[in-house]
């Protein structure tokens, strides 16, 4: 008996212990990491789970674009260097562009499908004309993780796709967010870009912050069903830039609002920050050993209405406009930075169009035509008609009018497009057809009928011989006065 109480108490020591690593493993399982990082600084504004491992999803295309533009800087390549499509690259999953293999595309179009479309096949693509294979590519993004201090990534694709090794936090993509800003400022566009336009297809950038939140400038959304929602973001107020990173949000929509919050937080943390703890630099901040959270069931499990889908970077929004209530007053201000977060309720506003979709082409593309003419055949899908109709080759000009396109000198279209299932788009404005003149038919007397009407009437059984023929008009011409006729 007198040991009763010692087992007692070990029991219920182990039980709780039990049970507390239960709920602290559910716990990390199901939450948010989430991070704000002044750019200039490196100062760490809020980290939660920041340096737990994650599954980057395609937030891993900020890393394939900063050793992109770094081999351009670098003049290994040049923003119009051609890139063809691989089998490879045909063969990754959504989302893409769906080029067939051989078709080429500039690095500079490539990055604009990358950063808005999330395409993972103009990934493999940027990631072949960079090293030449994916493998020596991992191998390149894993020297660059290693040089930038990114202690807790590791790579093996350049899109972010399912895979157990492709691993990050929160902490390290605010590194690289850091290094792209401070080493490719001239390239600021690329992470920026509000909308893209193929063809007729217009694409919006995954990243709804843009044109959502006023003072949004960038960078990449991500998803696989283990990972959840994530998003890498900057924005700038008052010559003030900020990073945020947020993991493992249940919905683009959710994780749109709260990476929103934590700029409002960042931003307003001037005045009483004296007050919180130091949090140091992001890179100061300690990594922890474990296992990346696996979102899948939460994320793509049975319970929900509508399963994610691995392509799906960005689900379907609606947030209502942002309220008229002042989230900068004073008292705001205040209680937000005393509690540690904003204030609940809708910041983002309505999607605001503020540029025209940018066009992006396959090809070199020409100087002065329209660079969205290009449109890709889509798989499941009827070829759009040609705009090209070349007449046959039977067709004799004497008997039969040519047919001139207004497009053929318009628009340039390279075989390997042609080839590769690609078809021209021409304007209305250049559908309309020409009607050359027949071979052989040069200008005759009949030309002029109305000047004929002028001179006098003239008996034709007594001038037999005036015809209406070029030499008659000669003769006609010298005579002082027509001839009078017999009574």
């Known amino acids: 008996m007198p040991h009763l109480p010692s087992l007692m108490t070990r029991s ?60 351009v800087k670098d003049k290994r390549l040049a923003m119009d260097t051609l890139l063809t499509v691989s089998p490879n690259a045909v063969a990754q999953a959504p989302s893409k562009m769906g080029f067939q293999a051989g078709t080429q595309v500039t690095v500079d179009n490539a990055l604009k499908m990358l950063m808005v479309k999330s395409a993972n096949d103009m990934a493999v693509v940027l990631a072949e004309g960079v090293s030449g294979s994916i ?13 930038l201090g990114m202690t807790q990534s590791s790579w093996v694709n350049p899109n972010g796709l399912p895979a157990d090794e492709q691993i990050t936090s929160a902490r390290d993509m605010a590194i690289l967010a850091r290094a792209i800003l401070r080493e490719l400022p001239e390239y600021e566009m690329y992470w920026h870009i509000p909308a893209i336009k193929f063809g007729r297809r217009v694409m919006r950038n995954t990243n709804s912050l843009i044109g959502r939140y006023p003072d949004a400038d960038g ?43 934590l700029f409002e937080k960042g931003f307003n943390s001037g005045g009483l920050s004296w007050l919180m703890p130091s949090l140091g630099t992001v890179d ?30 960005e689900d379907d929004e609606t947030v209502a406009a942002t309220s008229d209530t002042d989230r900068s007053s004073a008292y705001a201000v205040t209680m937000q930075n005393l509690r540690g977060r904003v204030a609940r309720g809708p910041i983002l506003g309505p999607y ?3 540029t025209p979709p940018i066009p992006v082409f396959v090809g070199l ?39 001139v396109n207004a497009s053929a000198s318009g628009f340039n279209l390279t075989p390997s497009i042609r080839r590769h299932g690609t078809s021209a788009f021409v304007p209305a404005s250049a559908e309309s057809k020409i009607i050359a003149p027949e071979r052989g038919t040069q200008a005759e ?20 011989e005036a015809k209406p023929d070029p030499k008659a008009k000669t003769a006609a011409a010298k005579k002082p006065e027509p001839k009078s006729t017999r009574q």
């Open 12 to 71: 219920l020591a182990l039980a709780v212990a039990i049970l507390t690593a239960g709920l602290i493993g559910a716990r990390t399982a199901a939450a948010e990491a989430t991070l704000i990082v002044e750019a200039d600084s490196g100062k760490v504004l809020h980290a939660e789970h920041a340096t737990y491992p994650w599954y980057p999803a395609s937030t891993t295309k900020l890393m394939t674009m900063y050793l992109t533009l770094k081999a």
């Open 135 to 147: 493998e020596k590519f991992a191998d390149d993004m894993n020297a660059a993780s290693k040089r």
């Open 219 to 261: 960078m990449k959304t991500g998803f696989i069903c283990a990972s959840g929602f994530n998003v890498v973001a900057t924005a700038s107020r008052n010559g003030r830039k900020l990073i945020v990173v947020v993991f493992g949000s249940r919905s683009g929509m959710v994780r749109s609002e709260k990476a929103a919050q």
């Open 284 to 313: 100061a901040l300690q990594p922890v050993a474990a296992a990346p959270p696996n979102l899948r069931d939460e994320m793509c499990g049975k319970h929900r209405k509508r399963p994610a889908t691995e392509d799906a970077d």
């Open 352 to 354: 605001a169009v503020t």
């Open 365 to 403: 593309g020409r100087k002065g035509s329209e660079p969205d003419t290009q449109i890709a055949r889509r798989p499941g899908k009827k070829r759009p008609a040609t705009a090209i109709a070349a007449a046959p080759a039977e067709a004799k000009p004497e008997t039969k009018p040519a047919t």
């Open 445 to 464: 007397p009949q030309a002029k009928p109305k000047k004929k009407a002028a001179k006098p009437k003239v008996d034709a059984k007594t001038q037999p």
